[in-house]
C-alpha cells in the first residue's frame, strides 16, 4: 500500500525557515515522480516544487525559487522541502504527492497519491 507521510509543519514568523519532510511507504520515491503542492484557504492547491524520477526534470513556482528548495533522500525514501524566508503568502497545507509527470519546468497537478498535508501558518 503506497502512503506519504508529511512533517514538519507549524508555526513561523515571516523570514523564518521550516523543513518538511515526506516519508513514502509502499514504493520507492527514487523510481518515481514526487512533489511539494500547497493550498491556502479560498485558492486553488498549486505545485510549488516537483523533481521527476531520476531527478531528470526539476520545477520550482516562481513565487518561492530562491527561498524554497526540494531535495531527497533515497536511502530514507524521504523528500524534504526546505523554506527560508517564509512569507505571509506562504500559509497554507503543504502536501506531498506523486504527480502524473514532471517536465524542466512544469509539473502536472494530478497525482496518483496524496499525502494528508501538513499546516504551514507563518504570522508574528
Known amino acids: 500500500q503506497v502512503q506519504l507521510a508529511e512533517s514538519g509543519g507549524g508555526l513561523v514568523q515571516p523570514g523564518g525557515s521550516l523543513r518538511l519532510s515526506c516519508k513514502g511507504s509502499g514504493f520507492a520515491l527514487d523510481y518515481d515522480n514526487i512533489g511539494w503542492f500547497r493550498q491556502a484557504p479560498g485558492k486553488e492547491r498549486e505545485g510549488v516544487a516537483c523533481?521527476?524520477?531520476?531527478?531528470?526534470?526539476?520545477y520550482v513556482a516562481d513565487s518561492v525559487k530562491g527561498r524554497f528548495t526540494m531535495s531527497r533522500d533515497n536511502a530514507k525514501n524521504t523528500v524534504y522541502l526546505q523554506m527560508n524566508n517564509l512569507k505571509s503568502e506562504d500559509e497554507a497545507v503543504y502536501y506531498c504527492?506523486?504527480?502524473?509527470?514532471?517536465?524542466?519546468?512544469?509539473?502536472?497537478?494530478?497525482?496518483?497519491?496524496w499525502g494528508q498535508g501538513t499546516q504551514v501558518t507563518v504570522s508574528s
Open positions: 523533481m521527476s524520477k531520476s531527478v531528470g526534470a526539476t
Open positions: 504527492a506523486v504527480p502524473k509527470w514532471v517536465v524542466p519546468g512544469a509539473c502536472s497537478s494530478t497525482a496518483n497519491y
